[in-house]
């Protein structure tokens, strides 16, 4: 397709429990967001990859998120031992970004919302 | 460190009125963008418009302008004649351009709008 695709679109697991999100960003985008967003809140970031560059992980709400990006294209998040504070829908983006054009909008795929019980 | 505030909850416009959500910012960056999405009830993320620290204009899309105030740092979005499909959470957005920063973009709260018919 087209545009940026997440799965799953719902996960529901339990508490301790570890999950994996994947996000497929639109080919060709050197850019990768990955952010959490909690029912009627804003958008926490994650984590965020750009081309080669290390990825900048200072959004990580603790060492049991971690992700990684794939051949530059496929990203997967990851969460160990799952805890009910987790559940929320997980928003990935990717954009066109290169120091050259620093005004890249972000295009987001519809989210993976997580559960834990 | 980059913050952004967007300090209204929720507002309520008439239809056909135009509405202004508020947008504050800090950052040390020599230069940023600012960028404004909505996120309607379904819950996709649709970019709305950007707007550049150095940019002379204030950046316009159709109905949405952006009010830009740098010496306040502020970025108020404007919606002119307020439709029923406007309805929806709004976020204000930041990537700074400084050597410090990654290009990482970060969101607001949110605001939540409500057109009344």
């Known amino acids: 397709g087209a545009g940026v695709s997440q799965s799953p679109s719902n996960k529901v697991t339990e508490k301790g429990k570890d999950v994996e999100l994947r996000c497929d960003p639109i080919?060709?985008?050197?850019?990768l967001y990955w952010y959490r967003q909690s029912l009627g809140q804003g958008l926490e970031f994650l984590i965020y990859f750009q081309g080669n560059s290390a990825p900048d992980k200072s959004g990580l709400p603790s060492d049991r998120f971690s992700a990684e990006r794939t051949g530059g294209s496929v990203s997967t998040l990851t969460i160990q031992r799952t805890q009910q504070e987790d559940s929320a829908v997980y928003l990935c983006?990717?954009?066109?970004?290169?120091?050259?054009?620093?005004?890249?909008?972000?295009?987001f795929g519809e989210g993976s919302r997580l559960t834990v019980l | 460190a980059q913050k952004i505030t967007q300090t209204q909850p929720g507002m309520f416009v008439q239809e056909k009125e135009a509405v202004t959500l508020d947008c504050t910012y800090d950052t040390s960056d020599p230069s940023y963008g600012l960028f404004w999405y909505k996120q309607p009830s379904s819950g996709e993320m649709i970019f709305l418009i950007y707007q550049g620290s150095y940019d002379q204009q204030n950046a316009t899309e159709g109905r949405y302008s952006l009010n830009f105030q740098k010496a306040r740092k502020s970025a108020n979005l404007v919606i002119s004649a307020s439709q029923l499909g406007d309805s929806a959470m709004y976020f204000c957005a930041m990537r700074g351009h400084g050597s410090s920063n990654t290009g990482k973009l970060i969101f607001g709260q949110g605001t939540t709008l409500q057109v009344k018919p």
């Open positions: 080919s060709g985008h050197t850019a």
């Open positions: 983006a990717s954009s066109p970004l290169s120091t050259a054009s620093w005004a890249g909008e972000l295009f």
